[in-house]
């Protein structure tokens, strides 16, 4: 091995050897190819002599005379040097590959045996999975990038179907990019029968028979394969149309019967991303009743507007759905129709009478959703009639903004739902009032995270959570703090007093909510709060946070308090 290094090394030294002998030939360069000028000539100019004499004449002259093959002499010594230079610079780059390749050879990887090496591989893909956002073909593809490096790679990357399961596709780049095609072909081909992960952008399509159609074509038929779908429809509504209409034609033409027209039996996942809207008479809604026949299907995640009215979806299977808007008479419309619903992302409520009373909730005057996690994110508060007829006695874990709050409170408190997680957003002066009164009510929670909207309102607050004069306390439970929205403009935040003393609020806060425990027989322990989060807008901002708690909560982190400062 070490001879087979000294081989590959020894032309690159050889070839260092040459270069350094033409250098010592270049002695001539030390002097100078034009004689001196007579310092005379410069003194005359800076004194304004208009002529010089006859004799100057004859010394500028000669000068003169000697310039043009002196400045010649010159340049060829420049190019002799450019050209050592680069020889010089080529050598030295060939040295440094043939280190590189020589470190490579004998690199602990190399020892890894296939199994190892493929897991390797996997968290490489996985790593990388998304791309850079170009249209580069190793970073829509890892698997192709881990193929160059050496044959015996390549040859384990092509048998392993995981590396190639993941499709990230685009419209836009079959268009621009065509060969890509090619690509995406052999990415099919080596992911075997392995079931496949597709991101796809649907933001283009030129009809039929181009490297889109075609792309849609090999998807359309590997959608046994599908597990996971993300698709992207982010152009024009006509555009939307087109695409979708293809899609739905191209699907049904391949089934015999309509029942069997989705065909997506492994599809687990499914995201549509784009301000859309799903409608009775939309192309999307017929898009959407595709996959709602899929009988694994859980998760569904539609960043558009919703209404079910009209529409005949079977979502009784789905456990995860996120909606940008829901169009109806009341969530307990919506979620009357997923009875195995855990996990609802809502970023709005639109009201409407355009449908009769549900059939699951005539008779009924509350519904009671199994559902455990509610995630109600809206720039605006919801109208009171989202939350008529809804109980939800399972809630454990609720996301919202705090003008939300009001109306949650009535629905939480008649499910007597116990909250353990609670997330709220936008936390101010105006509001926090009817917060405290909901966290009153709810004893249970064990993790609480706060945005507020300014520095300066955090001291308000966490003062509310220390203890009173009689020892008692609101979320007598809590194990998990997280304080966001520690944005300050100064670069020295503690230069200011308010800033001082918001920092100070927090540590009398954490103090009166932790106890150590002493054990002669072992380490120190802790009791009440566990882990304290926040999340600042600067480097330097969490540089002086770090440093001011690591000296007040020195003794509290010995016994295990888990302090952690963040950038947003």
């Known amino acids: ?38 310092p005379s000539i410069p003194f005359q100019l800076r004194n304004g002599i208009n002529y010089p004499c ?13 310039v043009p093959e002196s400045l010649a002499r010159y340049d060829q010594a420049i190019a002799d040097v450019k050209r050592l230079l680069i020889g010089l610079e080529t050598a030295r780059n060939s040295l440094q ?16 045996p296939s199994d190892i090496l493929n897991e390797v591989f996997i968290f490489y893909c996985w790593k990388n999975r998304g791309g850079s956002g170009d249209f580069d073909a190793s970073s829509l593809w890892p698997a192709l990038k881990l193929s160059w490096v050496c044959s015996f790679w390549r040859t384990l990357v092509h048998s392993h179907q995981k590396l190639w399961s993941s499709l990230q596709l685009s419209s836009q780049m079959l268009q621009f990019y065509p060969k890509r095609f090619q690509i995406f072909l052999k990415s099919i081909s080596y992911s075997g029968n392995h079931l496949l992960d597709i991101d796809y952008r649907g933001d283009y399509y030129d009809g039929p028979g181009s490297e889109v159609d ?77 996959f709602s026949l899929c009988p694994r299907l859980t998760t569904f995640h539609f960043d558009g507007s919703l209404s079910l009215s009209g529409l005949n979806l079977d979502l009784s299977h789905i456990t995860d759905l996120a909606l940008g808007t829901f169009i109806g008479k009341s969530l ?107 966290l009153a009510f709810h004893r249970f929670i064990v993790d609480l995270t706060l945005n507020f909207e300014r520095a300066t309102d955090v001291e308000f ?44 609020s927090i540590v009398r806060l954490i103090e009166s909510r932790c106890t150590v425990i002493r054990s002669p027989a072992g380490p120190l322990g802790i009791s009440g709060l566990q882990s304290l989060t926040l999340v600042v807008s600067k480097p330097e901002f969490r540089r002086h946070f770090s440093t001011f708690f690591r000296i007040h909560f020195r003794q509290l982190e010995e016994a295990g308090l888990i302090v952690d400062v963040q950038i947003s």
Request: glycine residues 4%; proline residues 5%; hydrophobic residues 40%.
């Open 54 to 66: 006859q004799r100057a004449c004859a010394k500028v002259n000669a000068f003169l005379a000697d």
């Open 461 to 504: 607050f966490v003062h509310y959570l220390e203890p009173k004069a009689d020892g008692s306390r609101i979320v007598p439970n809590l194990r998990s703090l997280k304080v966001s929205g520690m944005h300050w403009r100064p670069l020295f935040p503690f230069q200011q007093a308010s800033h001082l003393s918001v920092c100070l």
């Open 332 to 438: 307990a419309h919506l979620l009357c129709r997923l009875p195995a619903l855990e996990i609802l992302k809502v970023g709005g409520f639109c009201f409407s009478e355009d449908r009769p009373t549900d059939i699951l909730l005539q008779g009924k005057r509350h519904y009671s959703s199994a559902l455990s996690k509610l995630v109600v994110l809206s720039s605006t508060a919801f109208q009171p009639e989202a939350w008529n007829s809804l109980r939800l006695p399972c809630l454990n874990s609720l996301e919202t903004e705090c003008h939300d709050i009001p109306h949650l409170r009535s629905v939480i408190l008649d499910s007597q739902a116990e909250l353990q997680t609670l997330h709220v957003h936008h936390v101010s002066t105006q509001t926090e009032q009817s917060l405290l009164d909901f």
């Open 214 to 290: 075609n792309a849609i074509g090999v998807l359309l038929d590997n959608s046994m394969r599908w597990r996971r779908a993300t698709i992207t429809l982010l152009s024009w509504p006509e555009a939307h149309q087109d695409w979708l209409s293809y899609v739905i034609d191209r699907q049904s033409s391949r089934v015999s019967e309509p029942k069997q027209l989705g065909n997506f039996s492994a599809l687990e996942y499914l995201s549509i991303r784009g301000r859309l809207s799903m409608t009775r008479s939309d192309k999307l809604s017929d898009f959407f009743r595709i």
């Open 97 to 112: 590959r043939r280190s590189d390749d020589a470190k490579s050879l004998i690199a602990p990887i190399r020892k890894l």
């Open 1 to 38: 091995m070490a001879d087979q290094v000294k081989a590959q090394v020894k032309p690159a030294l050889d070839s260092l050897s040459g270069l350094l002998c033409s250098i010592s030939k270049l002695e001539h360069l030390t002097y100078s190819p034009v004689e001196e000028v007579h």
